[in-house]
């Protein structure tokens, strides 16, 4: 049984809705803020009775600001409003014609270069970032979604300036692609990010433990400690929330690296619980008592069992995902806290590229490439993406036919704990590079899947509407398939009248295959049934052929070709393919 988890997110660039303020004195400016507010259901034109009093309220009551106005006047404007850039809006400006959407304030903090890009991209202009970061596209050390502290500033332009950087950590955290210059200490356990530098020189830490820091650190907090809370009802939140400051701290840890509160389900509406948990920026997670009750913890109690139907709440909720009991059951008058560590989970995102042409390419795709550390992937499909690479990515590359070894390498490299890219053609999960991949992923690692553009959509989009009813993908390799098992497949599909897709149909090693399968579908459809073949849809040598099952030549079709074959009810209608939504023909 899962647990329940009522979700209180931290503020992270990038992640969740965010309300947007426009702002616009002129005409275009407001044709191009109504553009956005149309593309955009969080996005509204504020009104007021002049400019300066609508720039003033979108900064007080939105997430982010797009003025369509000049820089000069939105600075005269905001400049006394201005407190931290981690709680500031992003503000982006976009000049009278939407030629370029400047990130003003709150820069990758803020997420303002990010709304650049987004409102670039919907205003056809051109985003205009001048982050040091950004610009020379490394990832700003106040990006990477975790609390940070200490001389963010300096360790920024050390990383900059090409100067030496350590990454000291506590063990393996899916961190994504650092530039040479900063190297990567192997973890050493508990001790190794303790205490001041020894060495001198610039450093970046990542730990949950409290430790000094100089002018030349940053410490990074990962999301480590799960804390198990038990209580009275009607608790104050006060109270819990000083039981548990007071328990990190004596055992030297930092609250910042909490990933959430755990408790029994009974607790789930207890206010005062639930209300440290908002004030801490975390979730609550919930688990029934019978599931906290199979926990091994070592203090457990039989009054605890009697009063809730398990011997422990904090200590059990603190380990049922498995850790390292930091903090033993502590109480208060009404209140019981225990804190464990949480070992680091690798990340594995499964990445399908598209079918070919970077404007199919999904913006999660691309986001996912850049946060990883690792990529793995076909040769000619990482030769498609090196530019959107970070400095410093590894790449694990290799030729056709070691799809079992490419699966294999990217699981090793999430379950040691990095942030892994495994990428493939079209959408990973169609005769791709998911299936054998998450045959050997378990419950050590997270596993993101970013859906593609399949080659059959791409060329469905080509030949016009063929897949418009009821339609099969069929595979005609039989490297992991005996040809028996296919021809079945292939005859159950013709008898059932279904439009089908066939991937793989033919190659120098597999000449006649492609030939008996169309004779198969012919012995159920008309002589006039169409059948389209597309050839590296959306590539520079993209080719569409039309035919039919009577005059249909295989041998046009390659490795690089899929083949699309037409139901009893498809047609061609001004040279496209088109297989109506209902079953009788309109047409």
């Known amino acids: 049984m899962t647990g329940i988890a009522v979700h209180r997110h931290r503020d992270t660039p990038g992640t969740g809705p965010h309300r947007i303020g426009l702002v616009a004195a ?26 300066a009093d609508a720039l003033r309220t979108a900064w007080t009551e939105y997430d982010a ?14 400049a006394p409003l201005l407190g931290d850039k981690r709680t500031d809006p992003a503000v982006v400006v976009v000049d009278e014609a939407a030629r370029h959407a400047v990130a003003l304030l709150g820069g990758h903090a803020g997420g303002a270069n990010t709304l650049a890009v987004e409102v670039a991209a919907v205003l056809d202009a051109r985003p ?4 040091a970061t950004d610009a020379v596209d490394l990832p700003g050390l106040d990006t990477l979604g975790w609390p940070v502290e200490g001389a963010v500033a300096a360790v920024s332009r050390a990383i900059l300036d090409g100067e030496p950087v350590r990454l000291v950590t506590d063990a393996v955290w ?42 030349r650190t940053v410490v990074l907090r990962p999301p480590s400690l799960v804390a198990g809370v038990g209580s009275s009802r009607g608790v104050p939140a006060a109270e819990v929330e000083v039981l548990l400051r007071r328990a990190l701290a004596d055992a030297g840890l930092s609250p ?63 380990l049922r995902d498995g850790g390292t009991l930091l903090v033993p059951k502590t109480a208060s008058a009404m209140a019981t806290v225990a804190v464990a560590r949480h070992a680091p989970r690798g ?28 990529v793995v992937g076909l040769d000619q499909y990482v030769d498609q993406v090196r530019d959107l690479l970070r400095p410093g990515t590894r790449v694990l590359a290799s030729g056709l036919g070691a799809e079992e070894e490419r699966a294999r390498s990217a699981v090793v490299e999430a379950t040691a704990g990095q942030a892994v890219a495994l990428i493939g053609s079209g959408d990973a999960g169609v005769y791709a590079m998911a299936s054998p991949a998450l045959e050997y992923a378990d419950e050590r690692i997270d596993v993101v899947g970013v859906p593609g553009v399949t080659a059959a959509l791409a060329a469905a989009a080509l030949l016009g509407a063929p897949i418009g009813h009821d339609h099969v993908y069929l595979s005609l390799s039989d490297l992991h398939t005996p040809w028996a098992v296919i021809e079945r497949r292939v005859a159950a599909a013709a008898e059932a009248d279904l439009v089908a897709l066939l991937y793989n149909p033919r190659s120098r090693a597999r000449d006649w295959q492609l030939g008996a399968v169309l004779a198969t579908f012919a012995a ?22 039309l035919a039919t099952l009577a005059t249909f030549d295989p041998s046009v079709v390659d490795m690089y070709g899929l083949v699309v074959v037409g139901s009893s009810q498809t047609r061609l209608v001004g040279g496209r393919m088109v297989t109506p939504r209902g079953y009788r023909w309109r047409g």
């Not at 205009?128 to 982050?131: A, L, N, P, S």
């Not at 019978?290 to 913890?297: N, P, Q, R, W, Y």
């Open 26 to 51: 002129t005409a275009a400016g407001r044709r191009h803020a109504r553009t956005l507010a149309a593309a955009w259901p969080h996005a509204r034109l504020v009104e007021a009775d002049g400019v």
């Open 65 to 78: 600001v797009v003025a369509f106005l000049a820089t000069g006047a939105v600075v005269r404007v905001l």
């Open 128 to 131: 205009v970032v001048t982050t």
């Open 174 to 215: 899916p961190l994504p692609a650092l530039p040479p210059n900063v190297h990567r200490e192997p973890p050493a356990g508990e001790h190794r990010a303790v205490g001041p530098d020894q060495e001198g020189g610039y450093r970046v830490l990542v730990t949950d433990r409290v430790v000094p820091v100089d002018d």
């Open 256 to 318: 910042a690296s909490l990933s959430c509160l755990a408790s029994v389900d009974v607790k789930a509406d207890e206010e005062g619980i639930r209300a440290t948990a908002d004030a801490l920026g975390v979730p609550l997670r919930t688990w029934p008592a019978a599931e906290l009750a199979t926990v091994d913890v070592p203090h457990p109690s039989e009054v605890v069992r009697a009063a809730v139907g398990t011997p422990s709440v904090a200590e059990a909720a603190a």
């Open 347 to 374: 990340r594995l995102a499964i990445v399908g590229l598209g079918p070919g042409a970077a404007d199919l390419r999904t913006p999660r795709a691309v986001a996912e490439l850049r946060r990883a550390a690792v």
């Open 524 to 545: 159920h459809r008309p002589p006039q049934t169409p059948v389209g073949v597309v050839r590296n849809a959306s590539r520079p040598d993209e080719r569409v052929h």
